[in-house]
């Protein structure tokens, strides 16, 4: 069972999201509030508060970096081959992966604890989102990963 075959769509699937998502982090640093209005409705949204300053330019392409470090991450480990698997990119690759699985996994599950029971205040708006889309993805994105690093451990 060859790395590339079992791997590669998972990894090519989960890198396309973390990739679309960091585009939207990068949209985000240049000051605009798509897909919403305006900077108030983005914060109630996207930050869940009311109020609030939109976060700055730094912080959006901190978290863009990341994501787009963590789409790299998963297509190098899901499309390599076997003979790569002890090379210091594939280790590196794989150490990411783990890194984003695991950063999103506590994401996904903070979020759909603290926003099903109020532990962090929050806008019902964001409230909503974060459990119906933001930590499901978060969690569905973790659970890529990790079958990215499964799959392209069994073959090699």
């Known amino acids: 069972m060859s790395t590339p075959r079992t791997a590669r769509p998972a990894a090519v699937a989960t890198a396309t999201a973390l990739g679309g998502l960091a585009a939207l982090h990068a949209?985000?640093?240049?000051?605009?509030?798509?897909?919403?209005?305006?900077?108030?409705?983005?914060?109630?949204?996207?930050?869940?508060?009311?109020?609030?300053?939109?976060?700055?330019?730094?912080?959006?392409?901190?978290?863009?970096?990341?994501?787009?470090?963590?789409?790299?991450?998963?297509?190098?480990?899901?499309?390599?081959?076997?003979?790569?698997?002890?090379?210091?990119?594939?280790?590196?690759?794989?150490?990411?992966?783990?890194?984003?699985?695991?950063?999103?996994?506590?994401?996904?599950?903070?979020?759909?604890?603290?926003?099903s029971t109020g532990l962090r205040p929050a806008s019902e708006r964001f409230r909503s989102l974060d459990l119906a889309v933001y930590s499901p993805l978060c969690l569905a994105l973790a659970g890529g990963l990790v079958t990215v690093e499964r799959r392209a451990s069994a073959g090699s």
């Not at 949204?45 to 009311?50: A, K, L, R």
């Not at 998963?74 to 594939?90: H, I, K, N, Q, W």
């Open 27 to 115: 949209l985000w640093a240049t000051g605009s509030t798509f897909p919403l209005r305006d900077g108030d409705e983005f914060v109630e949204t996207v930050i869940g508060t009311d109020g609030g300053r939109v976060p700055g330019a730094g912080a959006c392409l901190a978290v863009a970096g990341a994501l787009s470090a963590a789409a790299g991450a998963a297509l190098v480990r899901g499309t390599r081959s076997p003979a790569d698997a002890g090379s210091t990119l594939a280790r590196l690759a794989s150490l990411g992966v783990r890194g984003a699985a695991a950063a999103l996994g506590a994401r996904g599950l903070a979020g759909l604890v603290a926003s």
